[in-house]
């Protein structure tokens, strides 16, 4: 199983990224897909996850109507649709993977990671 984020890079406070993450060895119609983040010296946090069992999501408080989660089973590729950036939104994002359909924020509940994509928030 490999997953491989893209779509990181600059972006000034206010502006948008939209993160890619490529899966292969798993088909992203029958997991739980999520986006966990770590800043500099911090926890790696929930971000979001969509169900494939039930095509639910869930997001942190933190990004609530800012980020929107989808994912096109065609491609077998999640997706990460960030807007209104902050300099509080700078981390490195990472695709996470779960065969459960039920929806997690905990770390544990995700058996596959990518490597990550560096997201940086100039102010």
């Known amino acids: 199983v490999q997953l491989v984020e893209s779509g990181g890079g600059l972006v000034q406070a206010g502006g948008s990224l939209r993160l890619s993450c490529a899966a292969s060895?798993?088909?992203?119609?029958?997991?739980?897909m999520g986006w966990f983040r770590q800043a500099p010296g911090k926890e790696r946090e929930f971000v979001t996850t969509i169900s494939w069992l039930s095509g639910r999501s869930l997001y942190a408080d933190s990004v609530k109507g800012r980020f929107t989660v989808s994912r096109d089973n065609a491609k077998n590729t999640v997706y990460l649709q960030m807007n209104s950036l902050n300099s509080e939104d700078t981390a490195v994002y990472y695709c996470?993977?779960?065969?459960?359909?039920?929806?997690?924020?905990?770390?544990?509940?995700?058996?596959?990671w990518g490597q990550g994509t560096q997201v940086t928030v100039s102010s």
């Open positions: 996470a993977a779960r065969k459960s359909g039920i929806l997690t924020s905990i770390r544990s509940g995700y058996e596959y």
């Open positions: 060895g798993l088909t992203v119609s029958s997991y739980t």
